[in-house]
């Protein structure tokens, strides 16, 4: 059971919006520990997309974005493409003992 | 180019012990924690632990305390991990991936990824 919590899918038809939420508690997320997104492509390694809640690395197309509120986070997909059908993790840090890093449960992203 | 590349398949008995490699280039390799997070079918991904290359110390999740232990040559900048009395449940990709030692672990994100290794146990 993970600590952050994501909705399992979401779907859009190509060029819509989509967003993502991952919801922590006080120890995560409403500590003010930053948030970060992880994009996962079937059979391949988690690509870094989004740190420190809403900066994009070098490369990440302005189509995805970042946010955080309390003790949530979300990621906005614009303009929505067949090759960003994958599997999205939010991640960050939990101050509970011995917790360290964390990570959501995971969404997947369907383009219709 | 950062790279973290990781040692091949393994397959193993239930009791066994795997060792996991992640030969790292393209950057100071003390200057940056290598953490292990792990993904078994179809599921999540689940944060082991860290070490420091720099020192040698480690942090492990409880949950693999006692049966984790990572290290690190900083010779030939490679990160191991080495688990050991598998079950059938530790079948997983294992993957690792490089954090900053610079900035604080509560604003800390993994990159790059090694590309992962499948580690089945069966008997």
């Known amino acids: 059971q993970s600590v952050l919590t994501q909705p399992p899918s979401v779907s859009g038809a190509p060029g819509q919006r989509v967003t993502i939420s991952c919801t922590g508690s006080?120890?995560?997320?409403?500590?003010?520990?930053?948030v970060h997104w992880y994009q996962q492509l079937p059979g391949t390694a988690p690509k870094l997309l989004i740190y420190g809640n809403i900066n994009r690395p070098s490369g990440v197309p302005d189509r995805f974005s970042g946010s955080k509120s309390g003790t949530s986070a979300s990621l906005a997909i614009t303009g929505l493409r067949a090759e960003d059908e994958a599997d999205y993790y939010c991640q960050t840090y939990d101050d509970s003992p011995n917790d360290y890093y964390v990570f959501g449960s995971g969404t997947k992203v369907t383009v219709l | 180019q950062v790279q973290l590349v990781q040692s091949g398949a393994e397959v193993k008995r239930p009791g066994a012990s795997v060792k996991v490699s992640c030969k790292t280039s393209?950057?100071?390799?003390?200057?940056?924690?290598i953490h292990w997070v792990r993904q078994a079918p179809g599921q999540g991904l689940e944060w082991m632990g860290r070490?420091?290359?720099?020192?040698?110390?480690?942090n492990y999740h409880r949950k693999f305390q006692g049966r984790v232990t990572m290290t690190s040559d900083t010779s030939i900048t490679t990160a191991y991990l080495e688990l050991t009395r598998l079950r059938s449940n530790d079948t997983a990709v294992y993957y690792c991936?490089?954090?900053?030692?610079?900035?604080?672990?509560?604003?800390?994100?993994?990159?790059?990824w090694g590309q992962g290794t499948l580690v089945t146990v069966s008997s």
């Open positions: 393209g950057y100071t390799f003390s200057s940056y924690y």
């Open positions: 006080s120890s995560n997320i409403g500590a003010g520990h930053d």
């Open positions: 070490i420091n290359p720099n020192s040698g110390g480690t």
């Open positions: 991936a490089r954090t900053w030692r610079e900035v604080p672990a509560s604003t800390n994100w993994f990159d790059p």
